[in-house]
T-cell receptor, first 113, second 114 residues
Framework: KQEVTQIPAALSVPEGENLVLNCSFTDSAIYNLQWFRQDPGKGLTSLLLIQSSQREQTSGRLNASLDKSSGRSTLYIAASQPGDSATYLC????????????FGTGTRLKVLA | SAVISQKPSRDICQRGTSLTIQCQVDSQVTMMFWYRQQPGQSLTLIATANQGSEATYESGFVIDKFPISRPNLTFSTLTVSNMSPEDSSIYLCSGGTGPQETQYFGPGTRLLVL
């Protein structure tokens, strides 16, 4: 059974810091991994999608890497800003009867001005 | 990309009643899913909504409690039946054009059962 874990559970950093969020999964048989952002009281916004054949994806100040064999992904946020404060979720897509996403436990990020 | 809307955005319901949540996508999507997010928790998949056929439920979720409809490629409903306070959660729908494609999420429906 696929399990997805995120470390740390919560993080508080001063503005301007570079930071790394970690995601690990127990079964390497995934189709892709997606990072999402969830603001309080809101739905999810997709940040980056990494296909299983890819090693990393970049969008602006965000860079996500994927190491399928070790069951790990990292989300790197450069020069953090207060507007980055949110919960970050990773999810892996698996095929088990039907294609579906298994979500991680989330990292609550607070960037202090 | 796809824009997904949900109705209602929030509701307060009495124990024993039922609530139907609607999910509308602005373009045709192959896959639609319903998730539950309990307070302080991550997302748990309830079921895959299949167009024109019965939904595929995950372990721990049953059709009698969470009946789902999907009459076409842009619309789905989730009903939370015979509610109890334990059903208080955020319910989110998502859609995508297929496996290995970006998943888009609705804003969620915040349900409080008294």
């Amino acid at each position: 059974k696929q399990e997805v874990t995120q470390i740390p559970a919560a993080l508080s950093v001063p503005e301007g810091e570079n930071l790394v969020l970690n995601c690990s999964f127990t079964d390497s048989a995934i189709y892709n991994l997606q990072w999402f952002r969830q603001d309080p009281g809101k739905g999810l916004t997709s940040l980056l999608l990494i296909q299983s054949s890819q090693r990393e994806q970049t969008s602006g100040r965000l860079n996500a890497s994927l190491d399928k064999s070790s069951g790990r992904s990292t989300l790197y946020i450069a020069a953090s800003q207060p507007g980055d404060s949110a919960t970050y979720l990773c999810a892996v897509e698996v095929a088990s009867g039907t294609y579906k996403y298994i979500f991680g436990t989330g990292t609550r990020l607070k960037v202090l001005a | 990309s796809a824009v997904i809307s949900q109705k209602p955005s929030r509701d307060i319901c009495q124990r024993g009643t039922s609530l139907t949540i609607q999910c509308q996508v602005d373009s045709q999507v192959t896959m639609m899913f319903w998730y539950r997010q309990q307070p302080g928790q991550s997302l748990t998949l309830i079921a895959t909504a299949n167009q024109g056929s019965e939904a595929t439920y995950e372990s721990g979720f049953v059709i009698d409690k969470f009946p789902i409809s999907r009459p076409n490629l842009t619309f789905s409903t989730l009903t939370v039946s015979n509610m109890s306070p334990e059903d208080s959660s955020i319910y989110l729908c998502s859609g995508g054009t297929g496996p290995q494609e970006t998943q888009y999420f609705g804003p969620g429906t915040r349900l409080l059962v008294l």
